[in-house]
């Protein structure tokens, strides 16, 4: 009969190698799995406590600055960058290559300035081609690829539930304009706004058929899709998992599982099940959790005076028709997964254990302004609206040559200028070094307001940079 310290001993021996098997736990502190034992969503789903919340976020931002590895699933080389899972024609010769990707190992690698979840510099640029699918391409050459600069995920929960709330306001519109044509026989046109942005108008006819042809800067369906410079990403959620497989190789189960593949292993690397929804969740937490960026009031005098002008000339000269100084937010409270998912990201109907959780339990929401309804006041300085920003003189922002999801190639989303003096390099491509030479380059439906900038005085001009200079992320 065994002795009992020999049981004991044995005992301790499982216990260790259970312990080092591929999970991030402190047990095994010299493990080469960042991803580690999978987040259970059932653990955080109905309505998270401010407990479960922190513990999720928590999780998220491990996640977000872990450098990803081939024990986590690391690698796609039978599978491209693609958002719809695409095979590759061919195994993948280089698995790290700045333009298809992989082109790094954490999300945190990227977007990191000044903060975890910041922005970029130009060295962090991604090469966005959705189309492709012949993951060897190996040129920076714009008819392949069109390049974009890092931007901050600051606010990013506020900037969703906005896009939310406009999404359910203007398809309540549509709805409105049907049903007026229906019961009157007769077309029916309404103007489509919300909260004070104006997207055009659709007119009913009594059939059921709507003319869209007069709608503006919003997809047809009317989403709001506020992610990516070009504003075609509806949410947190599918930006994540669009993410993971682009820079990292690591496959969400909720995309490239057998759901809708119909594999384990669909990237054939030998890691099956890379990500799971806890996981993703976790992630998407910890980004709707990001505190937004703040106002400074300067301590400097002349700063502070100039500044409060600029504030005066940017109203004055246009800039706050698309940068809308701040959009009233009804509700703080996320869902996840959330209304306005497609397919091969997770949906409501698809999960029992989705999560809810009101970002008011949050120490930074607390300081948030709220007008005389209660609504909440995002200080975004955007309209989650697209626009044309070039033109044939004032040219310089039209340099792509793609086309995205059907939107126009000199089309792009208003930038959210919360934050701004804390992230240069500007523009999409981050091609310009100072605010001054951004506000220049704005031609097309930002032209007027921009010859405006140009032709005031040396101070007027000042005033507006040294404004724009206060709004910043808080280190
Ligand atoms: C190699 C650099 C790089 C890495 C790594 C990276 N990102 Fe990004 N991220 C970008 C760039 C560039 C954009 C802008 C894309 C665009 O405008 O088309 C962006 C945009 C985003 C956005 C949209 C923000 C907005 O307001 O439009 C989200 C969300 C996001 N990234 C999340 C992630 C997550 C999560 C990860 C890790 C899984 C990640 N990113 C890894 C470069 C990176
Ligand atoms: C017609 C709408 C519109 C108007 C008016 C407008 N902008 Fe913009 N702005 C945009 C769009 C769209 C972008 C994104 C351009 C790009 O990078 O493709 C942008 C980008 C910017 C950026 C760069 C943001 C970044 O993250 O790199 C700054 C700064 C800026 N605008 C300031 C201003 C100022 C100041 C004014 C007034 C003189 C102004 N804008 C007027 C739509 C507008």
């Not at 195994?91 to 700045?98: C, D, H, N, V």
Request: charged share 20%.
């Amino acid at each position: 009969m065994p002795s009992r310290t020999l049981i004991l001993a044995a005992a301790a021996f499982v216990a260790l190698f259970a312990g080092a098997a591929p999970s991030g736990d402190a047990a095994s502190p010299w493990t080469e799995a960042t991803i580690g034992a999978p987040t259970r969503q059932a653990d955080f789903s109905g309505r998270l406590s401010a407990a479960q919340l922190q513990a999720l976020m928590e999780r998220g931002e491990a996640l977000f600055t872990a450098k990803f590895t081939t024990v986590d699933g690391v690698g796609r080389p039978m599978a491209t960058q693609a958002i719809i899972p695409t095979k590759s024609k061919r195994p993948i010769q280089q698995s790290f290559q700045r333009l298809p990707g992989m082109d790094s190992n954490a999300c945190s690698s990227c977007h990191n300035d000044p903060v975890t979840g910041g922005a970029g510099d130009f060295v962090a640029n991604v090469f966005v081609s959705e189309g492709f699918t012949n993951a060897d391409f190996d040129t920076t050459d714009p008819q392949f690829s069109n390049e974009r600069n890092t931007n901050h995920l600051m606010g990013a929960g506020l900037i969703e539930l906005l896009a939310r709330e406009m999404t359910a306001e203007l398809q309540a519109q549509r709805s409105m304009a049907l049903n007026q044509a229906r019961s009157s026989g007769e077309p029916h046109t309404v103007r489509l706004t919300s909260k004070g942005v104006d997207f055009g108008a659709v007119t009913a006819e009594p059939d059921g058929i709507v003319d869209l042809s007069g709608i503006d800067g919003v997809d047809s369906d009317l989403v709001i899709r506020p992610f990516s410079q070009k504003g075609v990403i509806g949410s947190l959620r599918q930006f994540t998992v669009n993410a993971l497989n682009h820079h990292h190789g690591i496959q969400a189960v909720e995309r490239f599982g057998p759901r809708w593949t119909g594999e384990d292993d669909f990237d054939e690397d030998g890691v099956e099940a890379e990500m799971g929804a806890g996981d993703v969740s976790a992630l998407v937490a910890w980004q709707a959790g990001r505190p937004p960026p703040s106002r400074i009031a300067p301590e400097n005098d002349q700063w502070r005076r100039l500044s409060e002008r600029g504030g005066d000339v940017f109203d004055d000269i246009g800039c706050g028709g698309c940068h809308r100084p701040a959009l009233p937010l009804e509700s703080l409270v996320f869902a996840d997964p959330g209304p306005v998912d497609g397919a091969g990201t997770l949906r409501h109907g698809e999960t029992e254990n989705g999560a809810v959780y009101d970002l008011a339990l949050l120490e930074w929401a607390k300081s948030l302004p709220r007008d005389e309804s209660g609504a909440v006041l995002v200080p975004l300085f955007g309209d989650l609206k697209r626009h044309k920003i070039a033109d044939q003189q004032v040219s310089a922002l039209g340099n792509e040559l793609l086309g995205q999801r059907f939107v126009d190639r000199d089309v792009f989303m208003t930038s959210e200028l919360w934050g701004i003096a804390s992230t240069a390099p500007y523009g999409h491509r981050g091609d310009f070094t100072t605010l001054d030479e951004v506000i220049r380059a704005h031609g097309g439906a930002g032209r007027d307001s921009r010859d405006r900038y140009v032709a005031l005085d040396d101070t007027d001009r000042a005033a507006l940079i040294a404004f724009l200079k206060t709004l910043v992320i808080a280190p």
